[in-house]
Structures are given as C-alpha cells and as structure tokens.
C-alpha cells in the first residue's frame, strides 16, 4: 500500500517537514518560520478500479500547515471495481491546518469509497472544504459511500456517513442534486449565515447541494472562514471568530531545507 504521508513538527531552530509520495504527491510550495504550504499533486490517472488513495496529515505542536490540491479527481468508470480515498489527521497542540480541497467527481460505473477521520487536541483548530460530484456532464454519477469522523480532545465533533446509489437519489440525502460542497470549521467560532450549522462543539458547517460546483456559495465562506481563523487575540481555539485562533501558533517552527 502506497501511503501518501505529510507531516511537520518544530525542531531546535527549524521544523522537520516529511513528504512521503503515494498515489498522491506531496510538493512543497513555500515556507515560514511557522507554517508551510503544501501541494498535493496526482502521481497519474485517479481514480481508477481497485486504486487505494491512503493520505496521512500530522501537523505538530505549535505548526500550521496549509494544503492545496492541484486539480481536481476523477473516479472513472471500473465497471463496478471498487476504490478508496481515505484520509487520516492528526492537530496537535496549539496547531492548525488549512486544507482547501477541490472537486472529486464520480463518473457511471464508479464505485467509490471515501473517508475522512480528524483528530484535533483541544486548543487546534482546522478548516476543511471537500466537494463531491456525482457524474460528469450528462450522467447521473456512480456508486459513493462518504464518512466523516471529526473530533476535538476525544470529543466526537462531527460524525457523518452518506451512501448514494446511481438510480437511488433518497429524499433527505442529495435528492436530485449532484453536488455536495462542505467547509467545515473545528476548534474555533467562525461567522454564520442562517443555513450555516453551528456545532454544539467550537465549529460549524456549512453545506450547498445543487446541480453545478459554479452555483456554490461556499467560496465566500471559506474566505471568511478561513480569516477568521487566523485572527491572533491572545488565545489558541474554542473562542469565538472576534478572538482566538492562531494567538501563540508556530512562534518558533519553520520548515527544513
């Protein structure tokens, strides 16, 4: 199994960051003393039947890291040939992590399975956007299973699964709607709009399904979003968007040569 693996952590004078190529491959863009940024590229054709996408984010005490995928993914017709996207996060203490995903779209024939599982320490806070499409221009898209695990100190966050069946649109789920744009906030309180879900943990959620990816209103969010969590007023997480987040974060990480 190809692992696609980044990971900082601060050193004595710089951070170590770690770029481990799988499927996807990571590439650094820039760098700070306190953050890095992080393009993740794909290795060739994704995805198809039978690909395994295994992605593993740790960002260490005191870091940032910012994630930018370059291109988006397409699960192709297989037939039926199962395939997989998972996605593992570690935040560790007084860190944060930025990753602005772009569209995956399931073509006919696909059978995808993709998850997403976060673990923040209780003073780290995240920003995440994914977006999902269910077929290409004129198809109705194949098999999805999509799964969420999101939680902070222990505590669960965000637990989510959804199921989507090519013929099968259930009411309550997508409906007729073929795409499904999430950014999600944990860890700090961002601005809400009225159709925004404010979590019961520091967080919300944000969600537009539709028809096509231009129609989503979830840019500005994640713009807005992700300033808020940058704001610095003298604490790390569980505040509000007028005061927390990135107080204290990284002072003395950087990222290796």
Do not use: K
């Not at 003393?33 to 054709?45: H, I, K, M, Q, T």
């Not at 395994?52 to 910012?66: K, P, Y």
């Not at 320490?121 to 999509?146: F, I, K, M």
């Amino acid at each position: 199994m190809q692992v696609t693996r980044v990971a900082i952590r601060a050193g004595e004078q710089v951070a170590a960051v770690e770029l481990v190529a799988g499927l996807i491959v990571p590439r650094l863009i820039s760098r700070t003393a306190s953050s890095a940024e992080v393009a993740l590229v794909a290795g060739g054709a994704l995805l198809l039947g039978g690909d395994r996408v295994d992605i593993e984010i740790t960002v260490g005490a005191g870091c940032r890291l910012e994630l930018a995928d370059v291109g988006g993914t397409v699960a192709y017709d297989a037939q039926g040939d199962p395939s997989s996207w998972s996605v593992r996060i570690v935040v560790d203490d007084t860190a944060s992590l930025y990753w602005h995903g772009l569209p995956m779209v399931v073509a006919d024939g696909a059978d995808v399975e993709r998850s997403t599982r976060m673990a923040l320490a209780p003073n780290a806070h995240a920003v995440l956007r994914e977006t999902v499409v269910l077929g290409r221009s004129g198809e109705v898209g194949g098999r999805l299973r999509t799964r969420t695990d999101v939680e902070r100190g222990g505590v669960p966050v965000v637990v989510e699964s959804v199921e989507v069946r090519p013929g099968r649109r259930e009411p309550g789920v997508l409906g007729a709607h073929r795409v499904l744009d999430t950014v999600l906030a944990v860890g700090f309180r961002p601005p809400v709009g009225a159709a925004d879900l404010r979590l019961e943990q520091p967080g919300a959620l944000a969600r537009f399904l539709g028809s096509q990816t231009h129609r989503s209103e979830l840019d500005e969010v994640w713009r807005r979003w992700r300033d808020a969590a940058g704001v610095v007023d003298g604490g790390v997480g569980g505040g509000d968007a007028t005061g927390v987040v990135d107080g204290g974060v990284g002072a003395d990480c950087a990222t290796a040569s």
